[in-house]
């Protein structure tokens, strides 16, 4: 699986500068404005969603609190909140864009939990349907993943601005108040 996205990752890595404080990649998409392009779908008052640039399935992605910080449990109230919020309508968003049979959704915290990014907490939620572990090894080409990867976007920011709350944007992520 690794090496099979081993392409991506080095796209990854080239193209995403990171903050420059805090030198973290997730500081970076919070503070830029190209939505699009870093596959930021989604924002918040106190955070993102992000596609994962090398899922583990299709629409995968990251509901990311946008103070960095990897304790969870040094959260302030209002930033769970927000962050329950964002991730209550990525689950309501994905049933809309994918209508998925279930859900994985969780953290990696700390080093020892085998997070990438360990120092800017991070929720994933991955969208599954029955019979999915067949679906990965087909999709081995670049290209078609870089494809799968723009739909998703299209059909999740499409889920998003049906949502109650939501802002429509001209190029920017959809938000939420
Ligand atoms: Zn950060």
């Known amino acids: 699986?690794?090496?099979?996205?081993?392409p991506w990752r080095i796209e990854w890595v080239e193209r995403d500068a990171p903050?420059?404080?805090?030198?973290?990649?997730?500081?970076?998409?919070?503070?830029?404005?190209?939505?699009?392009e870093n596959r930021v779908v989604a924002r918040s008052d106190r955070g993102l969603v992000l596609l994962n640039n090398y899922p583990y399935n299709p629409g995968h992605v990251m509901v990311i609190p946008a103070r960095h910080t990897g304790e969870?449990?040094?959260?302030s109230d209002e930033e769970l909140l927000d962050h329950a919020r964002l991730k209550r309508r990525t689950f309501r968003a994905m049933e809309t864009a994918f209508s998925p049979d279930g859900f994985n959704?969780?953290?990696?915290?700390?080093?020892?939990?085998?997070?990438?990014?360990d120092d800017h907490l991070h929720a994933h939620v991955v969208p599954r349907w029955?019979?999915?572990?067949?679906?990965?090894?087909?999709?081995?080409e670049t290209k078609v993943i870089v494809q799968a990867l723009e739909e998703?976007?299209?059909?999740?920011y499409?889920?998003?601005g049906g949502l109650d709350g939501a802002e429509a944007s001209d190029d920017g992520a959809v938000r939420f108040g």
């Open 1 to 6: 699986m690794d090496r099979m996205f081993a």
């Open 19 to 36: 903050d420059e404080e805090t030198g973290c990649v997730f500081c970076a998409f919070e503070a830029a404005e190209a939505d699009r």
């Open 72 to 75: 969870y449990a040094g959260l």
């Open 105 to 117: 959704a969780g953290y990696n915290l700390g080093r020892g939990a085998g997070g990438s990014i």
């Open 130 to 140: 029955e019979g999915d572990t067949n679906f990965m090894p087909v999709i081995g």
């Open 152 to 156: 998703t976007y299209d059909r999740l």
């Open 158 to 160: 499409d889920a998003f």
